[in-house]
């Protein structure tokens, strides 16, 4: 009996943990940046805040970011609500990350 609730237990937290690990998304763009600080531990960091914070669609734009920070820039001055909300959700990740993967 132990043993099927432990297979359970893995079975459940595998089907709820992989489709974060196949949307590691600033994961991957934090570890092909150019930054000396981008090491695995701290980009694996960011990447949990990230699904903690942002929605998929905002991870794989802010992804972007890393190469093209210039995209940010736009979207920072963009006057729709739909940018702003994001700029916002992007802000508290910024400060959740900082706070946590420092």
């Known amino acids: 009996m132990k043993k099927f609730l432990l297979i359970a237990f893995c079975a459940t937290t595998l089907t709820a943990v ?6 590691a998304q600033i994961k991957r763009a934090c570890l092909a940046s ?5 090491t ?8 949990r805040v990230a699904n903690q914070a942002l929605t998929r ?6 992804a972007k970011w890393f190469s093209d920070p210039h995209q940010a820039q736009e979207l920072k001055m963009s006057q729709t609500a739909r940018d702003d909300a994001l700029w916002d959700r ?11 993967c420092s």
């Open 90 to 100: 992007y802000q508290n990740f910024g400060q959740m990350a900082q706070a946590i």
């Open 18 to 23: 992989v489709p974060f690990a196949e949307a």
């Open 57 to 62: 669609s905002d991870q794989k734009t802010v």
């Open 40 to 47: 695995r531990d701290r980009c694996s960091c960011i990447q």
């Open 34 to 38: 150019d930054r000396s600080a981008a």
